[in-house]
């Protein structure tokens, strides 16, 4: 039985990976100049106004973030971009974070050292839940959220912190195209209060699922949710997955595309916390949120795309983002899902 419902857990994640990565027959999609600025000023001054939301406060730090901010940034795979509102204000990347470690250990040790040393299935449970882990026994903890980013980050390869903490900066600067750096007074806040973090990796050590020393993994996964990105960052490092792992502005290759086809998926099922499923079902699209107010999301073989707006809903995710992303991709017609039948 438990093999069974683990090569059906295979096939669920292999069909959604084809499905992104396959050519597929769409309704018009128009991303010219003009029609792509237009929608995304659409976009901009049909929410700007929106007060739904508050900042997250469980990090200090992020309560004192101006919940004005509010930007997108649009970037397409042949490296065009395009923006609205304000580009310019940096936030903590938080949780979108996870994505770009996980696809670097992907890239590192193979997709299938992923699925065995930490899980890709969605664990039902909220992003810092301690009961998942152990109901699971440190099995299937999927590197989206928290225990199993933990663990994605001490697998990413060093020979000791510094050297993990660089590598796990460089590959996010690398798929942002330009050297990122660390918000400090937001990592000195978080380090300062991360013992919910620190617990689970321990318990997760207790498990054989911890791959370095506990208290400096969780150090550098707290570094790593600090990197300040701006809306435009995030979108370029969106279109990098979107792109196949080339970074299109840089033309420098990240990643594989094999590891983008493995790391989508992923995204898909366990992007948006406990609105996951929610999100994929009314967006179809691939995408991930943080507690800083990023939001990213592609449309594999089309753009990325990345909304920052610090107030979040009571999953956690950006109100204005989930607004602003679902609204582009429905007026560009660019729901993967939407296929023009055949005459």
């Known amino acids: 039985m438990k093999l069974l419902l683990v090569n059906t857990r295979l096939v669920v994640i292999m069909l959604v990976a084809l499905l992104l990565s396959s050519p597929v027959t769409l309704f018009a999609q128009d991303l010219s100049k003009a029609n792509v600025e237009k929608v995304l000023s ?15 406060d469980y990090i200090k730090e992020l309560a004192t973030v101006d919940p004005n901010i509010f930007g997108i940034a649009l970037v397409t795979v042949d490296g065009q971009v395009y923006t609205a509102g304000d580009i310019q204000s940096m936030v903590s990347i938080q949780s979108v974070s996870k994505v770009f470690t996980m696809a670097k250990v992907i890239e590192e040790q193979g997709h299938q050292s992923v699925q065995d040393k930490i899980g890709v299935d969605a664990t039902g449970e909220v992003f810092n839940s301690i009961t998942a882990v152990e109901r699971m026994r440190g099995k299937e903890i999927n590197p ?34 330009r050297q990122l750096s660390l918000n400090v007074p937001v990592y000195i806040s978080e ?11 321990h318990l997760l050590l207790a498990y054989g699922r911890m791959y370095f020393d506990p208290v400096e993994a969780t150090d550098i996964y707290t570094k790593q949710c600090a990197i300040n990105v701006s809306a435009k960052d995030a979108g370029i490092m969106a279109a990098t997955l ?61 753009f990325g795309i990345a909304v920052v707006s610090p107030p979040l809903d009571k999953a956690g995710n950006s109100v204005k983002g989930q607004y602003a992303i679902k609204y582009v991709i429905e007026q560009l017609k660019a729901n993967p899902y939407l296929i023009q039948p055949k005459q």
């Open 242 to 302: 979107a792109n196949g792992g080339v970074n299109p502005v840089t033309k420098k290759k990240v990643v594989s595309p094999e590891t983008v086809m493995y790391t989508l998926p992923v995204m898909s099922t366990a992007g948006l916390y406990d609105d996951s499923g929610i999100w994929f079902y009314n967006a179809g699209v691939p995408a991930k949120s943080g507690v800083g107010g990023c939001l990213i999301a592609v449309v594999p073989g089309k």
């Open 191 to 201: 380090a300062g209060d991360n013992l919910r973090n620190q617990a689970i990796a």
């Open 144 to 177: 989206l959220v928290n225990p199993g980013a933990i663990a994605s980050t001490s697998l990413i390869s060093g020979a000791d912190s510094s050297a993990k903490w660089k590598n796990v900066l460089q590959v996010h600067s690398d798929f942002a195209g």
């Open 42 to 56: 659409d976009a901009y001054n049909k929410f700007k106004d929106v007060k739904e939301g508050a900042n997250a």
